[in-house]
């Protein structure tokens, strides 16, 4: 059996073997998936399941047939234990490996170091819930320094010290600390950057449900992520950060579902529904709401997953293809405009710059050819 600095490697560990370090973590029950060369996001899907591509036929993730037959489209979806598949996956070694955090049943706190100004009012905008003391808000550089500030608050010694849980460091120096989920729970991921959702402090990423997190030993262009400290498993997620989360609403009331249907917004269906009546109307009018439901539908697909899920090409195809049922009469644009913001929002709520932006180009775009009827897009 493969032993774990075998697999993970180590310090004086040039660069660890991607199917070893598949294998380790298939091992460990850590459905993986591999990612593009080089690189911390998900392998491109087909040209079928590719949101950027012109043969992209919208469709949702989960139960989408190139998962049945051994394909690694749509991210985390396809996370696997299954040997043949890893030895074909990870038969090209520049791949790297993730890990799909949900069904992993992991929580992995993503601690940053970027070189960023702290939010204002840092006394009460670092740790969500608590208020720090002028002298503690001035002291953060970082999210290891939150971290450490969470830490103290309840207590606790340092916990990125590598001696807690597995440690891993990245090659932008930051820290992941691996934990297991305590049973019958679920967690949400988040952000540290986001200001309008769930979030457990400035720079403090987390990998639960709808996530994935880069396997220790992989390597990208920017270096390989290297175990730190004497651990290499995951600890229980102790009481004390499970008490932040659950705080801080990332603690899911309901149990692990079994399977999850993306709703489709109500405006998608009501911004057809509301054109009047014109020749053959009825089959105008359900072609115009099913195309709008449709591209609508893989919008609300991306919240499924915290990142790599390809929002922004979502919503820009979108907004393209409604703008094209505005300038063909089918849709009215003030409708138009309603649906895409409440189905970009819907996916990533910390996002409205970003989603209007995008809808106000895709839109403009599409207007300038108008979609009827067996025209594609």
């Known amino acids: 059996m493969t032993s774990t600095v075998d697999a993970l490697g180590d310090q004086r560990t040039p660069r ?14 850590w459905p993986v998936f591999p990612l593009a060369p080089g690189r911390k996001i998900p392998m491109p899907g087909c040209r079928r399941c590719r949101h950027n591509s012109p043969a992209y036929e919208p469709h949702p993730a989960r139960g989408c047939p190139c998962l049945a037959n051994g394909g690694w489209c749509h991210g985390f979806y396809a996370g696997t234990l299954d040997p043949a598949l890893i030895a074909r996956w990870w038969s090209d070694p520049r791949r790297g490996v993730a890990v799909a955090t949900g069904p992993a049943r992991l929580v992995v706190i993503d601690v940053d170091r970027h070189t960023t100004t702290p939010p204002e009012d840092p006394e009460t905008a670092l740790l969500p819930g608590l208020t720090l003391a002028p002298a503690q808000a001035a002291s953060v550089r970082d999210g290891v320094d939150v971290l450490r500030l969470l830490a103290r608050h309840h207590r606790q010694d340092d916990p990125v010290a590598g001696e807690l849980t597995l440690t891993v460091r990245t090659p932008s120096e930051g820290i992941h600390l691996w934990f297991r989920a305590p049973a019958r729970t679920r967690w949400y ?25 880069v396997a220790p030993g992989t390597t990208t262009a920017c270096g390989t992520y290297r175990p ?15 008490t932040a989360l659950t705080a801080t609403g990332h603690l899911a009331d309901e149990p692990p579902p079994t399977a999850q249907e993306v709703k489709v917004p109500n405006r998608a269906r009501a911004a057809a529904a509301g054109v009047p009546d014109q020749h053959p109307a009825r089959d105008r009018q359900g072609w115009a709401q099913q195309s709008a439901a449709t591209v609508l539908e893989a919008v609300a697909e991306c919240g499924r997953v915290s990142e790599g899920a390809g929002w922004s090409a979502a ?9 094209g049922l505005v300038a063909g009469g089918h849709i009215p644009q003030p409708a138009a405009h309603a649906a895409l913001l409440e189905a970009a929002l819907g996916a990533r709520p910390h996002k409205e710059s970003a989603a209007l932006s995008i809808i106000r180009s895709g839109l403009a775009a599409g207007t300038r050819r108008a979609l009827h009827p067996k025209d594609e897009r």
């Open 315 to 323: 919503v820009n195809r979108a907004a393209y293809t409604l703008g």
């Open 228 to 242: 730190i400290g004497p651990v290499r498993r995951p600890a229980l997620l102790p009481v004390w950060l499970a």
């Open 189 to 213: 991921s988040s952000g540290g950057g986001d200001h309008r959702g769930r979030r457990l402090g400035w720079q403090l990423d987390v990998r639960a449900d709808g996530g994935l997190i």
């Open 16 to 29: 660890p073997d991607p199917e070893r370090v598949a294998r380790w973590c298939a091992a460990q029950q």
